[in-house]
């Protein structure tokens, strides 16, 4: 399977726990996303790396929040501290940025992982 | 205010129906607009890319683009059970082409 993998698939935490995700990206694909969805919403999105830099955070990003992408390959999105509002799917999508031209950046997603603050 | 809408759901077509969802976005300078299938408890998967104005198609999926008004639609002809799912428009933005996701539209297909 070449797809975007991401695990766990599901965590449960108690408040104040921190959390780690992991992300492994299509092998090829040099931007990685990190969305949040919530039930009923579209996913938002929270960061991206271009290779190993990451270079846009959303205001939705807070400092409990920490993104890393080591040597450009799988990205972890850690969170200190959680809170029950921190409930949510946590989506990684990878894309492959064209030479040229628009970029026109299909975003391929990977399973999710599932989070649910006790 | 969002910046993606879609038509309000949810919305049922009889089996080879043809099902049609709208998006407007309110970023006009976006270029690269998508749409995505998402099952109940799973990821989004990403079925049309389309970048410029008129219609793209493939297979019973055809997606329509006029930049003018700002507007995508995706067009399912001979609708099938199996297309029940919701539907979500995305519209990429700034210089990390990020997507702006509307919140989806929930279709089902009724055999």
């Not at chain 2, 799973?42 to 683009?65: C, V, W």
């Not at chain 2, 930049?67 to 519209?91: E, G």
Request: hydrophobic letters at 30%; charged letters at 20%.
């Amino acid at each position: 399977d070449t797809g975007v993998s991401q695990n766990p698939r599901h965590k449960i935490t108690k408040r104040g726990q921190n959390v780690t995700f992991r992300c492994d990206p299509i092998s090829e694909h040099n931007r990685l996303y990190w969305y949040r969805q919530t039930l009923g919403q579209g996913p938002e999105f929270l960061t991206y790396f271009q290779n190993e830099a990451q270079l846009e955070k959303s205001r939705l990003l807070s400092d409990r929040f920490s993104a890393e992408r080591p040597k450009g390959s799988f990205s972890t999105l850690e969170i200190q501290r959680t809170e029950q509002g921190d409930s949510a799917m946590y989506l990684c999508a990878s894309s492959f940025r064209t030479s040229g031209g628009a970029g026109y950046n299909e975003q391929f997603f990977g399973p999710g992982t599932r989070l649910t603050v006790l | 205010q969002k910046e993606v809408e879609q038509n309000s759901g949810p919305l049922s077509v009889p089996e080879g129906a043809i099902a049609s969802l709208n998006c407007t976005y309110s970023d006009r300078v976006s270029q690269s607009f998508f749409w995505y299938r998402q099952y109940s408890g799973k990821s989004p998967e990403l079925i049309m890319s389309i970048y410029s104005n008129g219609d793209k198609e493939d297979g019973r999926f055809t997606a329509q683009l006029n930049k003018a008004s700002q507007y995508v639609s995706l067009l399912i002809r001979d609708s099938q059970p199996s297309d029940s799912a919701t539907y979500l428009c995305a519209v990429a933005s700034g210089s990390a082409r990020q997507l702006t996701f509307g919140s989806g539209t929930q279709l089902t297909v009724l055999p």
